[in-house]
């Protein structure tokens, strides 16, 4: 092995291989040891730890150079989490940059967003498609290398990213979403004589991630259901943004995760063979435990004007860059990576490949012998549905009884989990009122009735992580998941909804019923009325309010068969009339438009109701006896956007401007349609919903009387 700097590797061999040549006072860590090497294996692994440390060195300036270059940045976790980056990428995960879509590559998740250099570094050393030159545009427009990783979409298409990460504690979070997709393929896909999933699940995150409640309640979820293909990889360097982590925390972090029923370790993460050997041993451990790893680093670890304080979290450091690049043996020339760094990874790619292409000899025999099985496994991963338009034909006619959305909903999704095989959903403790249980389609999980081959998943009362776990499912790429609660709920968790729609995640849905005031008797804690037009102002996702069963029918098929975004379900608690004046057929076709005329003007046009959810039973009913009326149902404004302007002016003619709009919630968003709306500007009261209604205005009645009011 030939390194560039010989000085680096004895340096690091010297100082028990961290990579340094001089340390900063040292820290007490209660690590767990490395085992003493067999005389046989030393001079091999001597010779792979050194060339981990020097390509450890080499990734910090690849950071260091990015971050000064862009005057932006945080360069403490890159420089402090190095030997863990060098661990990961050189020798403890399976991947395959020239096919970064492998389905059983390892998954890396980085939780800490904020340190992306960390990431795209590690990506461009391990040989992925992400060149010197797009590390120098770090931060730039245009560039592969956004301020925070992203998830390949529209926007950005960088190779090697599997989660958009930022917000802290999501990433975390998805990564059990992640483990729990894993674990469902290899309970449905494997077979006695051919094991296709086997991967693991990392993630690197700080204290600002477990600071944050949605980590602890994701936490919870993976040790109660023993996902012990998940390991959390923890940066523990005392330090926040504001204040050392001291000010603000006092837990002992490993005794939590130990009561969760998690493995935990307590490392140098400074230490190369500590960490090797405590990450094999974590992927090693298949006893139904998630693995938390506690790396004790220093933040900034090589610029000594900064690591250890909260100074070294952000660009502080900059123009202490060239000292630093220096003290640990890197040449003047920027963005410098030896040739015996690349020649390690070459290495390192040689021996992935050899798993790789053992695999697909494994995959081409499964798929031999179980081909049925597999063109529903390859079906899933290129996310192959029938056309929407096939869908629906394919779901019975619901029938012209009154009845609530979400009961029209639960009967839909037993259609689509036949249609869409990988169609899988959950509730955060309500199934029983969101109606969205899979008949027939098991529970997932471990113990009870439980298997990792079920569709039903119980969350439990944890809104935020539910939410963070349907978009780790989502970026696995195989399954298509939902999860339900009560719309007013949805609070809880809307930042993995907006995450999802600036991800373009097609994958995921949620179902969220008790829509209104209609609620009733609960009052206005569970009575949502800025709610829905709250989701609607979320860029690229779709919001669906369904006025009778037919429409449900075309809300479902529309959040399967989207592939570019999230859709959210808006169901009703209370029965709504069906509009059987209309075919079933024609309704379908009509809200996969998202808005179409559900009552024509049987004279000249004077007058255009709009209305959505169970509002159109109210603006039909008041439009009965108004030859001139049109009735628009719109159940989803941004699909009915993404319609041709010819459509758009076939249901909404500009030659019309006298219009009224009619929800059970906020008004304004209406405004963009109507010049007059009849909403719910303020919260509801407790009472029977059919009385909340009435008296907020909610009748065909009280429609009629402010369109008696209009020029």
């Not at 603000?248 to 230490?271: C, F």
């Not at 995921?508 to 206005?524: A, F, K, M, R, W």
């Amino acid at each position: 092995m030939k390194f560039s700097t010989l000085a680096i590797a004895g340096a690091a061999i010297a100082a028990g291989v961290e990579g340094f040549t001089a340390a900063p006072a040292a820290r007490s860590f209660g690590v767990r040891q490395a085992a003493p090497l067999k005389m046989a294996e030393a001079a091999t692994e001597v010779d792979k730890m050194a060339a981990l440390a020097t390509a450890a060195n080499e990734a910090r300036g690849l950071a260091m150079d990015s971050i000064a270059a862009a005057h932006s940045g945080h360069m403490g976790l890159p420089l402090g989490c190095a030997e863990v980056g060098a661990t990961l990428y050189g020798s403890q995960m399976q991947y395959n940059p020239k096919d970064t879509t492998w389905m059983n590559r390892d998954r890396f998740i980085l939780s800490a967003g904020h340190g992306s250099m960390f990431l795209y570094s590690w990506l461009n050393l391990a040989g992925f498609d992400l060149s010197i030159e797009e590390l120098k545009n770090f931060r730039q427009h245009h560039s592969q290398t956004p301020g925070h990783p992203e998830f390949p979409n529209s926007e950005h298409t960088t190779p090697g990213i599997e989660c958009t990460t930022g917000p802290l504690g999501a990433g975390v979070s998805n990564a059990v979403g992640f483990a729990v997709s894993e674990k469902m393929a290899a309970a449905r896909y494997n077979t006695a004589d051919h094991t296709i999933f086997d991967h693991h699940v990392f993630a690197l995150a700080g204290d600002g991630c477990f600071q944050e409640g949605v980590s602890a309640e994701a936490a919870q979820f993976a040790a109660h259901e023993k996902l012990d293909n998940l390991i959390i990889l923890y940066d523990s360097n005392e330090v926040t943004l504001d204040k050392m982590a001291e000010y603000t925390q006092s837990e002992d972090i490993l005794k939590r995760y130990d009561a969760y029923g998690w493995e935990t370790y307590d490392i140098d993460g400074h230490d190369l063979a500590a960490v090797e050997e405590t990450i094999a041993a974590a992927k090693a451990s298949n006893n139904g435990k998630p693995k938390f790893i506690k790396c004790n680093t220093i933040i900034g670890k090589g610029m000594e004007e900064t690591e250890g304080t909260n100074a070294a979290h952000g660009e502080a450091g900059v123009p202490y860059v060239d000292k630093a690049r220096a003290s640990i043996g890197l040449p003047e020339e920027k963005w410098y990576v030896s040739e015996g760094t690349r020649d390690f990874f070459n290495g390192v790619q040689e021996k992935n490949q050899k798993i790789y292409g053992d695999w697909q000899a494994t995959y081409a025999a499964w798929k031999e012998a179980n081909a049925d099985l597999a063109k529903e496994l390859e079906d899933a991963v290129n996310d192959n549905v029938m056309p929407a338009d096939d869908m629906i034909a394919a779901i019975p006619e619901m029938g012209g009884d009154a009845e609530a959305t979400r009961v029209s909903g639960f009967k839909v999704i037993q259609d689509i989990a036949k249609l869409v095989p990988n169609y899988i959903s959950g509730s955060a403790d309500l199934h029983g009122s969101t109606r969205n249980y899979i008949n027939d389609g098991g529970n997932f999980g471990a113990g009870f009735d439980k298997s990792y081959a079920g569709k039903n998943l119980y969350f439990g009362i944890r809104e935020h992580a539910m939410g963070a776990i349907l978009n780790g499912i989502a970026y696995h790429g195989i399954f298509k998941a939902s999860g339900s609660t009560f719309l007013v709920f949805v609070d809880y968790f809307r930042p993995t909804i907006r995450v999802a729609s600036l991800a373009e995640l097609g994958r995921v849905s949620y179902i969220l019923t008790h829509d209104s005031i209609g609620v009733g008797e609960d009052g206005p804690t569970h009575q949502p009325v800025e709610t829905v037009s709250g989701l609607r102002v979320i860029p690229n996702l779709d919001v669906f309010r369904p006025a009778d069963a037919e429409e449900t029918v075309a809300a479902y098929v529309s959040s399967v068969t989207r592939s570019d975004g999230p859709t959210a379900l808006i169901l009703s608690r209370q029965n709504l009339v069906q509009n059987v004046d209309m075919p079933a057929m024609e309704r379908r076709a009509g809200s996969l438009k998202g808005a179409y005329v559900a009552k024509k003007e049987t004279a000249d046009l004077d007058l255009i109701i709009l209305a959505t959810g169970s509002e159109v039973q109210h603006a039909l009913e008041a439009a009965k006896d108004m030859p001139g009326a049109r009735v628009v149902s719109m159940p989803c404004m941004e699909l009915y956007e993404r319609q041709s302007d010819d459509y758009k002016e076939s249901v909404l003619p500009s030659t019309c401007t006298k219009r009224i709009a009619m929800e059970a919630g906020v008004s304004a968003p209406w405004y963009k349609y109507a010049s007059k709306v009849v909403g719910v500007d303020r919260f509801g009261f407790s009472a029977p919903g059919d009385i909340v209604m009435k008296e907020l205005g909610m009748s065909a009645e009280n429609l009629a009387s402010e369109i008696s009011t209009m020029n």
